[in-house]
């Protein structure tokens, strides 16, 4: 499965910015998919993942209650609208696709090529 990651970009603190992952088959429909970040020099964390079917997610704690997934299967595409965006939330994020249905933060088989977000204080 071919992941596109795009929308990111250089905001402010407190700004929004929604990313975007195309994939190129419909594999994916069947898939929980998920984001992940990686800042410099910092190991890659877990964002957030939904279930193949958009109606379970699950957030890792310093994302909660401002970013939200969400995915449209019908365009193949998987979504991370970022709120209230922090200089500590800066990284390179990357979507992924699962081996199994479920959301979960584990079990990724497939990797997009990352789209840079960077927040100023």
């Known amino acids: 499965v071919q992941l596109q990651a795009s929308g990111g970009g250089l905001v402010q603190a407190g700004d929004s910015l929604r990313l975007s992952c195309a994939a190129a088959r419909r594999t994916a429909s069947n898939n929980g998919m998920g984001w992940f970040r990686q800042a410099p020099g910092r190991e890659r964390e877990f964002v957030a993942a939904i279930d193949y079917r958009g109606q379970t997610t699950y957030y890792a704690d310093s994302v909660k209650g401002r970013f939200t997934i969400s995915r449209d299967n019908a365009k193949n595409t998987l979504y991370l609208q970022m709120n209230n965006l922090r200089p500590e939330d800066t990284a390179v994020y990357y979507c992924?696709?699962?081996?199994?249905?479920?959301?979960?933060?584990?079990?990724?088989?497939?990797w997009g090529q990352g789209t840079q977000v960077t927040v100023s204080s």
């Open positions: 992924a696709v699962r081996s199994m249905s479920t959301a979960s933060k584990n079990d990724y088989r497939y």
